[in-house]
């Protein structure tokens, strides 16, 4: 059983900063990849950004030079930098971590974590 546990979401300002963090826990080890996704109220979810085990690193256009994301691989968590934050920041954002094995490809979600940013 894998677990993710997010946190770090709020209320902020534009122009404002936020990091969020995505805990795995449970019978996953050094993970493929981890990433970030959002939705938006009556949008279908999108990527934000993702990392691989070999620290390749993938943006959305929308948050390219805004948005950082890293890893700890001891942790086997995920964080997400966010600054300038723009009111269309607004979404839950959710965890995803993706580990191989063979030919079978195991995808985990975190719960969501609610991010709100005012004009």
């Known amino acids: 059983q894998v677990q993710l546990v997010e946190s770090g979401g709020g209320l902020v300002q534009a122009g404002g900063s936020l990091r969020l963090s995505c805990a795995a826990s449970?019978?996953?080890?050094?993970?493929?990849?981890m990433g970030w996704y959002r939705q938006a109220p009556g949008k279908q979810r999108e990527l934000v950004a993702t990392?691989?085990?070999?620290?390749?690193?993938n943006y959305a256009d929308s948050v390219k030079e805004r948005f950082t994301i890293s890893r700890d691989n001891a942790k086997n968590t995920v964080y997400l930098q966010m600054n300038s934050l723009k009111p269309e920041d607004t979404a839950v954002y959710y965890c995803?971590?993706?580990?191989?094995?063979?030919?079978?490809?195991?995808?985990?979600w975190g719960q969501g974590t609610q991010v709100t940013v005012s004009s």
């Open positions: 990392i691989t085990s070999g620290n390749s690193i």
């Open positions: 449970g019978s996953i080890v050094s993970p493929n990849v």
């Open positions: 995803n971590v993706v580990k191989l094995r063979g030919l079978l490809t195991y995808d985990y």
